[in-house]
């Protein structure tokens, strides 16, 4: 609700107990000032209403607030408009995105705090463009983006103000991460003291999600009992039983995902269908296997588990070639020197989906370079590539395939995607992270999704908590 507040003889700029009006805006009459209020910083709300306007607006007469405070700066001679309704009405009628309140000293509107203390239930809160709030049972995450954002503190809340136009503010309690996903935000020194204190991690990302750097306390030991138990888990049933989870999962999508584009080609008639349900079936043969896997950890049945997988992920890719034979040459998954533009642009999603997920993995605590499913070498993120099996289908397959046989990229220039090509599937695949799904019985953005799933590995790891993999509902 917007509350007008207008004071005779008084205009409300400050109440005695210092409290300002949180949204208000002065016009151009000289003898009148008018304020758009919600409440007071303190919480106080004005005692004498005379007439309302619809729902959305109520006239306040005020002479004091409920805390008993009167305004402390009188006007000279202020009256009300002859038709303060009217006025009002048409006021509100007017473009005003970001509403003012006007500094007594400078005489010059400064932007509005909003105070964002929801009290959410595993859900996600887009603030604004760039801003948005995650929590789960396991995180409370305020992940910030956009260029000319700034970060600081204030008493007990963490400040966002942007393009000097609005300030959002955060109590520390609510928050157990904060995350710099862009260039260009810049975050006071106090802030990151205080985060600190609290052992509220700061992680920086680049614009395409991989990390870059983690600010922490030296003193927390979240982190280092994730990875002691991580290293543990290689011994023991945790891993077995990760790996399996994630393995069969990766194969229910896969199944999902060739399903999903085969209906299309049943609708039109065409007999690859039967060659795709073929194929499908034969994936959830497989899929029962590994169910079946039984061990004492993962070190013993690692081969079991890839022999599996690879023999699952040469039929995924035959049904693949299948639902884009009539668009695009391929001959079958290349991973590296792809000079085929399916496999070229397999490639570059990918990527942009290798660098949410090391994201993630380093925010929730985790060694990157210490994995279940693949095998360690120097230089590979295993854990990584373990957890982006689960975000292979929805995400960058079912973008490519998609791609593919709308006609929006069926060629290479010299032999690579170009830059053009590049950009249309770069923002398809981001467009991808950011739409909602339903998880968990609630709704999250993906890329959310590969956030809360890590923490999800590394409160397993500790646990604290089983571990469910995420299953694309196709």
């Not at 509350?3 to 009459?29: F, M, S, Y």
């Not at 079936?281 to 079991?304: F, H, P, Q, T, Y």
């Not at 609630?442 to 995420?470: C, K, N, V, W």
Request: hydrophobic share 40%; proline share 4%.
């Amino acid at each position: 609700m917007i509350l007008l507040i207008c004071k005779l003889p008084w205009n409300v700029t400050q109440t005695e107990a210092g409290d300002r009006p949180l949204k208000h805006i002065e016009n151009n009459l000289p003898s009148f000032t008018l304020f758009f209020v919600t409440q007071t910083e303190a919480g106080d709300r004005p005692l004498k209403p005379i007439q309302p306007l619809g729902a959305t607006l109520q006239v306040w007469l005020v002479t004091q607030t409920e805390a008993g405070d009167r305004p402390l700066v009188q006007s000279q001679g202020g009256n009300m408009p002859e038709k303060p309704l009217e006025f009002v009405s048409n006021f509100i009628q007017a473009d005003t995105p970001h509403l003012r309140q006007l500094n007594l000293f400078t005489r010059k509107p400064e932007p509005v705090s909003v105070s964002i203390d929801t009290d959410l239930e595993d859900t996600e809160l887009i603030i604004d463009e760039g801003i948005s709030l995650v929590k789960s049972e396991t995180l409370s995450q305020l992940i910030v983006s956009g260029y000319g954002l700034k970060l600081s503190k204030k008493s007990e809340r963490l400040l966002v103000r942007k393009e000097n136009k609005i300030i959002y503010e955060f109590p520390f309690f609510r928050i157990t991460e904060v995350i710099v996903a862009s260039r260009g935000i810049s975050i006071s020194s106090d802030l990151i003291i205080e985060l600190c204190k609290r052992g509220i991690h700061i992680n920086f990302l680049e614009g395409n999600g991989k990390p870059f750097a983690m600010i922490t306390s030296p003193l927390l030991t979240a982190t280092i009992r994730a990875r002691r138990e991580q290293f543990e888990s290689l011994k023991d049933k945790r891993g077995l039983i990760l790996v399996k989870r994630i393995v069969e999962t990766k194969l229910a999508n896969q199944r999902g995902l060739l399903l999903y584009f085969g209906k299309y080609l049943r609708q039109k008639g065409e007999r690859t269908f039967l060659e795709i349900e073929r194929i499908a079936n034969a994936l959830a043969d497989i899929r029962k296997k590994v169910k079946k896997i039984k061990g004492v950890n993962i070190e013993e049945k690692r081969s079991e588990f890839l022999g599996l997988e690879g023999s699952a992920s040469r039929l995924y890719w035959e049904g693949v070639k299948k639902v884009i034979s009539k668009r695009v040459e391929f001959l079958g998954r290349v991973h590296r020197g792809a000079i085929d533009v399916a496999n070229a642009m397999l490639n570059y999603g990918y990527g942009i989906l290798y660098s949410v997920v090391w994201g993630a993995i380093a925010a929730a605590g985790l060694e990157p370079f210490a994995g279940f499913l693949h095998v360690d070498r120097p230089g590979k993120p295993s854990l990584v590539l373990d957890l982006m099996e689960e975000f292979r289908q929805p995400i960058v397959d079912r973008t490519v395939i998609s791609c593919i046989n709308l006609g929006e990229i069926t060629q290479l220039n010299t032999g690579m995607l170009d830059k053009r090509n590049r950009d249309i599937l770069g923002e398809k695949i981001i467009n991808r992270l950011e739409q909602v799904q339903r998880y968990q019985g609630r709704r999250y953005q993906m890329r959310s999704i590969i956030q809360i799933q890590a923490r999800h590995i590394a409160s397993f790891l500790r646990g604290e908590t089983d571990y469910r993999p995420f299953r694309f509902r196709w």
